[in-house]
């Protein structure tokens, strides 16, 4: 795995790359979850999150796209920095936190 560090938020992000996308996502700090679990979490999920992404197309105009999600919001993480579109966010935690 790719450290976290070697890729800032705003530093280059391959999606076709998962090292890329696992660091992006860890660079993301938490203080409800342990680091351990939480780059376990982002390591089995970014084989479907890349999938997601191939289902969402990359506009040549800016677009606006419904995002659905729940905590901790990889997918919506991901559809900001890798696609062109101002996303609506419905999804929160239940406790009104971050995560």
């Known amino acids: 795995m790719m450290?976290?560090?070697s890729v800032s938020r705003g530093g280059r992000v391959d999606e076709h790359e998962s090292a890329t996308l696992e660091a992006y996502l860890n660079s993301f700090g938490s203080t409800l979850r342990r680091e351990d679990i939480k780059a376990a979490m982002v390591e089995g999920g970014v084989p479907l999150w890349r999938r997601v992404l191939d289902y969402v197309p990359q506009p040549r105009q800016r677009g606006r796209a419904l995002e659905l999600g729940s905590p901790p919001f990889n997918i919506a993480l991901l559809m900001k920095k890798l696609r062109n579109y101002d996303l609506t966010l419905t999804g929160?935690?239940?406790?009104g936190?971050?995560?």
């Open 92 to 95: 929160s935690a239940s406790d």
């Open 97 to 99: 936190s971050a995560e």
């Open 3 to 5: 450290d976290s560090k």
